[in-house]
């Protein structure tokens, strides 16, 4: 199994994590060139730089020649307020530059939803609403191509399991727009609930909201490198040096598939509920859907007094569990959620461009357990139906006749 580990023994920022991951990529004068087409007058580079005698890369964002001084690690221009001026931008305006990226629509998907985790823990963390959480415009650009790098890089290698370490926080305070705040910083905390952490002997801020929002997004497991095969090590430098490499490591390792038995771990969260319009409902999953669930269902029920009802599912990852079940009583009328941990049989899923008469269409396809078994990703068929004026099974076939004929 393909399988990307983060070593986050000095922390994680976005930086950092794009840094590691670069060197990983294969397609670095692509990536290069996509990045710094996406916003006029910003500009990302690949700098090789040296952090105690280790060499690594360390990512430079620069806005119109200029690279933006923060405080902290990565604090770039996010703080909540009630008001909004030229030099703000709202979540949803971030999310409007994100979708106008020519970038994969995954890619711009992982995006919004990391800036969905940042917004959501700096809300909870000083107590506004996600509406109220704005970003200083300068730094929002520079950290939408940190973020928006992390999740293209991640698209491009692919990787089919993704674990973090336990990651350092460091110690001490933090310059920030609210004033000196206690390490870790009330959002990283936040977005770091459930995760193990530890400290560290360096008294600095180590790991950010940017760089805790990522590894919340897209790492599904915390703890020791699992056992295999090492295939490549990237080296992501942090701008600051200090008496410890300065650097966040990622491995690419293929580690052995069980042939029988679960390989894979799960929350399930589960609530009655009987009194919640459909509307309602349905806003209750977009919202746990954008927070990181895996997977949000609805089970019809019959339940006392006679009442119609559902039961919401709302599948996740172990870490994020404490999380969710605090949404779902708070988008929901349920005062309880029960909490199953579930050992999981998970395939090995990737997706495979095919060609066909439509254009290019995404063909998602699971191994594992002796077998293997295939199907055409809807969203690519839709959008290949959309874009012909076809139906979904007219689209279907295609990819069938070019199935045969292969």
């Known amino acids: 199994m393909k399988t990307l580990y983060f070593e986050c023994a000095m922390g994680a920022a976005g930086d950092m994590l794009m840094g590691a991951l670069y060197e990983l990529c294969r397609e670095k004068e692509q990536f ?4 710094n087409a996406l916003l006029p007058g910003v500009t990302l580079e690949a700098e090789s730089v040296r952090r105690q005698g280790i060499a690594g890369t360390h ?14 690690h990565d604090h770039k221009g996010l703080h909540p307020h009630n008001h909004h001026d030229h030099t703000h931008r709202s979540l949803a305006d971030i999310h409007a530059v994100i979708d106008s990226f020519p970038l994969p629509e995954t890619v711009k998907e992982s995006a919004k939803g990391t800036y969905s985790l940042i917004a959501q823990a700096e809300s909870a963390a000083h107590g506004v609403e ?17 973020v928006t ?23 001490g305070a933090v310059q920030t727009a609210h ?14 609930a459930g995760v193990p952490v530890t400290v560290g002997s360096i008294a600095a801020e180590l790991c950010t909201p940017t760089g805790a929002a990522l590894l919340r997004r897209f790492a599904g497991s915390f703890g020791p490198m699992p056992d295999g095969v090492i295939h490549g090590c990237g080296y992501g430098c942090g701008s600051k040096d200090f008496p410890r490499a300065n650097c966040l490591r990622a491995f690419l ?3 052995a598939e069980r042939a029988d038995g679960p390989n894979d771990a799960v929350t399930e969260l589960k609530a009655n509920i009987d009194d919640m319009t459909g509307e309602a409902l349905g806003f209750a999953m977009e919202h746990l859907l954008s927070a990181g669930a895996l997977d949000v269902s609805y089970m019809p029920v019959h339940m006392k007094k006679n009442r119609p009802g559902v039961v919401l599912i709302c599948l996740c990852r172990p870490a994020d569990a404490d999380r969710l079940a605090a949404e779902i009583l708070r988008h ?13 049989y998970a395939m090995e899923v990737s997706l495979e461009p095919v060609e066909t008469a439509d254009g290019s269409l995404l063909r998602k396809t699971g191994r594992g357990y002796g077998f293997t078994k295939s199907k055409p990703e ?18 279907k076939r295609g990819l069938e006749l070019k199935k045969k004929s292969i």
């Open 59 to 72: 990512m430079r964002v620069r806005i119109r020649g200029k690279e933006e001084e923060h405080a902290g």
């Open 130 to 146: 996600v509406g109220e959480v704005h970003f200083h415009e300068v730094g929002a650009l520079d950290a939408v191509i940190d």
């Open 149 to 171: 790098g992390v999740c293209y890089l991640m698209n491009l290698l692919a990787p089919e399991a993704v674990w973090a370490s336990p990651v350092a926080v460091g110690s």
């Open 332 to 344: 929901t009328s349920s005062f309880g959620v029960r909490r199953t941990d579930c050992p999981r």
């Open 253 to 255: 390792l293929d580690t």
């Open 378 to 395: 809807y969203d690519s068929l839709a959008a290949a139906a959309e874009a012909r004026g076809i139906t979904l099974e007219e689209v």
């Open 32 to 35: 290069l060139k996509d990045m």
């Open 179 to 192: 004033g000196l705040l206690t390490v870790p910083a009330p959002a990283t905390a936040q977005l770091l």
